[in-house]
């Protein structure tokens, strides 16, 4: 008996947004491949589709607003980051409830539809039918010759990318390289290692940088694209998660024994390609050399404005970014982050909102810890100042002399932001974020603060956490009425370096710790920080892990990060709620309130750490061996 698994291997393709007339508006699936792959154009375009789908698909086969990371609910709320205050029961692994049958977030094509099972594998289907025939489409100028090679190069890197997904979140996958045919026998169909499925994806990010070109079309895959997913790749499969963590003797999920050196070193060496120009010349944006402290306010505004602006480009991309996905509005790529992460005194909805947590995990400006409880030891609830006293020491409120990067990605109560709408403008003619309440001197509330969920213009969607995530928006889209132009930057040379520090560092040695460092106080010093010293490992792991939590803040790293070292179980907290109070004589209180549960959160097993195999995929493929855990 043969069955067709429509998910794992479809057949049918899907809606291409182009600019080429001749596709506007109609399904691939119109025509014959024989039309499709007879004219190079037509081919273009047909890749064009393949680049949408990045982002997933809906149920009727077209491409999903948003590309990789960028949705609506966002990656980062899948981690102790941010709160997803509308549908935090999406994030199974965070609730206990994730099973074959129920992978929430992750089988959701309107919001984690980038990494779900069956759109990775409709795009791959597609993906190998281009690379099937790209041989064969006709050429008649060498202008058309070179962009059929460069065509097959930009396939192998989404095919790359795409199996990457898969690696990181199942392991070992089923590997296909040939477009499968309808009616074809899937009972026989395995999964294969995860070190294959590894060496399957290198073999393709090979290909890629074979045949793409030195320069491309801002937007499309290049060869420093490249460099950096197999920077990514084998940093993520030199981690404690594949290398023994869990199940060590399973190959689906665990490289064999004493592999992990030898990943490490890919690793080092893959981004220290990137690093010496292999692909082309790359650099932070922003001062690199060590800051002079302490910073003036004004040093300190120009820092966080440098590191903003990396996820606010528009136009040209700056020497940072590698590889992005821009959006320029007349095609099928959405992006209405300003509208999705906008506080709700704009008319926004307030998604994906920083925690307590990580709001506290940024440093003051001097590099030093932030402390809650310094002026209050032991208490880690409650903050007050007078006026008068935040007068002297400005250092009382939690939110002044943090560090660039925290004014960079966070609004919290006073932090400026874009004029009010009209219906707002008399709550607020200043322009700052409430996310607090106003009060009189005998306690009674004098005005609700306009970007809470008691809030005047809109109050189902304020603020649970009493923060909102800036980062990723633009202060010149009025996300009520207008999309977001500004780029989602993919690769960037940050990542780069610290993939390079972190191999180092879990390689050892004082020269390795030492080279670890100097790479990781690169980025520190862009960021307005001084150096880290150290020539202990233990002490050297530390820093590097928290500067990737900073520095990558939102961006979904965390998710691979906080896996692959295994820390699920020690950074998955409760969210709580921070209740702010300003009063009309300028005295404040900042109370995180622990009888406010906004989101009960538990680390149930170390299953978790893996996705499982959809259900109706394994009664689809039987010979599918599910992961670890899961029945």
């Known amino acids: 008996m043969k069955k067709t698994n429509k998910y794992i291997l479809p057949v049918v393709i899907f809606v291409v947004f182009s600019c080429t007339d001749v596709l506007d508006q109609k399904a691939v699936d119109s025509f014959n491949e024989d039309v499709v792959f007879s004219d190079i154009n037509l081919t273009k375009a047909y890749l064009g589709a393949c680049y949408s789908m990045m982002g997933g698909r809906n149920t009727d086969g ?58 990775l594998y409709y ?182 404005d440098t590191y903003f ?42 998604n994906n909102e920083p925690t307590e947590e990580a709001v506290r995990s940024f440093e003051m400006a001097d590099g030093t810890p932030f402390v809650w409880d310094a002026t209050n030891q032991g208490n880690d609830t409650l903050r007050t100042a007078t006026a008068v006293q935040l007068a002297t020491n400005p250092l009382l409120s939690p939110y002044n002399g943090r560090e660039p990067r925290f004014y960079a990605t966070v609004l919290y109560h006073g932090a400026p932001w874009q004029e009010r709408p009209a219906d707002a403008k008399g709550f607020d003619p200043y322009n700052l974020i409430q996310t607090g309440h106003f009060y009189n001197l005998d306690g009674s509330i004098a005005q609700r603060g306009v970007d809470t969920r008691q809030g005047s213009i809109d109050d189902w969607n304020g603020t649970k956490t009493g923060y909102y995530l800036k980062k990723f928006m633009d202060p010149a889209t009025v996300g009520q009425y207008y999309n977001n132009t500004n780029t989602w930057v993919e690769f960037r040379y940050a990542e780069i370096l610290l993939n390079y520090a972190e191999a180092c560092i879990e390689l050892g040695g004082g020269d390795n710790i030492q080279n670890g460092l100097a790479a990781l106080n690169l980025v520190r010093h862009r960021a307005g920080l001084p150096s880290r010293m150290t020539s202990d490992q233990a002490e050297a792991r530390t820093f590097l892990r928290h500067e990737r939590a900073i520095e990558f803040f939102g961006e979904g790293h965390r998710f691979w990060d906080i896996r692959r070292w295994m820390i699920f179980d020690q950074v998955v907290k409760n969210v709580y709620g921070m209740k702010i109070k300003e009063f009309i004589n300028g005295d404040m209180e900042w109370k995180l309130d622990y009888n406010d549960l906004e989101d009960s959160r538990t680390w149930a097993g170390n299953q978790f750490y893996w996705l499982p195999i ?15 855990g899961y029945n």
């Open 123 to 304: 795009n791959i289907q597609n993906l190998n039918s281009i690379l099937a025939h790209i041989d064969q489409v006709p050429v008649n100028t060498s202008v058309e010759e070179n962009l059929r090679t460069q065509i097959k190069g930009e396939a192998y890197f989404i095919r790359a990318l795409m199996y990457t997904h898969l690696l990181f979140v199942h392991g070992g996958v089923v590997l296909s390289s040939k477009p499968y045919k309808l009616n074809e026998d899937f009972l026989s169909i395995k999964r294969s290692s995860i070190a294959a499925t590894k060496d399957f994806i290198l073999e393709d990010i090979g290909h890629a940088i074979e045949f793409l070109p030195p320069t491309m079309e801002q937007g499309r895959a290049t060869r420093a694209a490249a460099g950096a997913l197999k920077s990514r790749l084998l940093l993520f499969c030199a981690g404690k998660l594949t290398n023994g963590g869990y199940e060590s003797t399973n190959e689906l999920v665990s490289f064999p024994a004493g592999s992990q050196t030898a990943l490490l070193e890919a690793a080092r060496n893959a981004a220290k390609d990137v690093m010496d120009g292999k692909y082309g010349n790359f650099a932070l944006v922003g001062n690199t050399a060590e800051p002079v402290l302490p910073l003036t306010e004004a040093q300190i505004q120009e820092y966080a």
């Open 309 to 350: 602006y990396i996820f606010d480009q528009k136009g040209a991309w700056n020497s940072e970014t590698i590889w992005g996905i821009q959006f320029p509005l007349q095609d099928g790529r959405v992006n209405q982050v300003n509208l999705w992460n906008g506080p709700n005194g704009y008319h926004n909805y307030g």
């Open 62 to 119: 077209q491409a999903n607003d948003g590309v990789l990371g960028l949705h609506r609910d966002m990656l980062t709320s899948a981690t102790d980051q941010t709160l997803c205050p509308f549908r935090p029961q999406n994030y199974v692994h965070l609730k206990g409830t994730l099973s074959p049958d129920q992978l929430g977030y992750f089988a959701s094509d309107s919001h984690g539809g980038w990494l779900r099972w069956m759109n």
């Open 614 to 628: 959809p259900r109706d995929e394994v009664n689809k493929a039987p010979l599918l061996q599910q992961n670890p």
